[in-house]
């Protein structure tokens, strides 16, 4: 199966701060790779898939890059509603799997 | 409007078999392309992929828990079903259903499963 990493597992930043959230495959997934938002008690929300195509209803301050074993979501200026958990989902093997997460909280 | 609800028991015993309930709405399991999938997720711990049923009935497990799971659908319900058997405490925690297109795109609320004695 292919493994799914993710860096860092938990992030504290301030409002308006830029943070990046790193997402790396144990083999070329090439751009089959999702990105969710989970908030505590909730179901993931889409934010991204086929790497860098924003999901529907997304804010634009979301963005998602790479391809093959490496990937980044990025969010450009972090707002007090992006506390959450964030997981990389590859789709590209039908053993689907899911990184482990990383916490993201807002100092 | 795409929209998923689980539905099954709050707690289970050890050895018994887990059945749980997808109530879809918003699509057809006819449809070409669209499946339903199952995932779970222990308490404070991230998300397994567990099972997919694809709008042809064709069907996929994840590969631990293969000769475990059975996953069915009833168009005519709108409903797609997973069991598990023979649970255990590691089975604990809340599983998800959700609509597939290549990927997991709409998610039902989750209902949340205990395996406890």
């Known amino acids: 199966d292919i493994q799914m990493t993710q860096s860092p597992s938990t992030l504290s930043a301030s409002v308006g701060d830029r943070v990046t959230i790193s997402c790396r495959a144990t083999?070329?997934?090439?751009?089959?790779l999702a990105w969710y938002q989970q908030k505590p008690g909730k179901a993931p929300k889409l934010l991204i898939y086929a790497a860098s195509i924003l999901g529907s209803g997304v804010p634009s301050r979301f963005s998602g890059s790479g391809s093959g074993t490496e990937f980044t979501l990025t969010i450009s200026s972090l707002q007090p509603d992006d506390s959450a958990t964030y997981y990389c989902?590859?789709?590209?093997?039908?053993?689907?799997?899911f990184g482990q997460g990383t916490k993201l909280e807002i100092k | 409007q795409i929209n998923l609800k689980e539905s099954g028991p709050m707690l289970v015993r050890p050895t018994q078999t887990l059945t749980l309930t997808c109530t879809i709405s918003g699509f057809s399991l006819t449809t070409s392309g669209v499946g339903v999938g199952w995932i779970r997720q222990p308490p404070g711990k991230p998300l397994e992929w567990l099972a997919l049923?694809?709008?042809?009935?064709?069907?996929r497990y994840r590969s631990s828990l293969r000769n475990r799971l059975t996953i069915t659908k009833d168009t005519s319900k709108n409903q797609v079903v997973l069991r598990v058997t023979n649970v255990d405490p590691v089975d604990s925690g809340t599983y998800f259903c959700a609509h597939y297109t290549h990927l997991f795109d709409y998610w039902g609320q989750g209902t949340l499963v205990t395996v406890s004695s």
């Open positions: 049923i694809y709008w042809d009935d064709d069907k």
């Open positions: 083999q070329s997934v090439g751009a089959w």
């Open positions: 989902h590859q789709y590209n093997d039908y053993q689907y799997t």
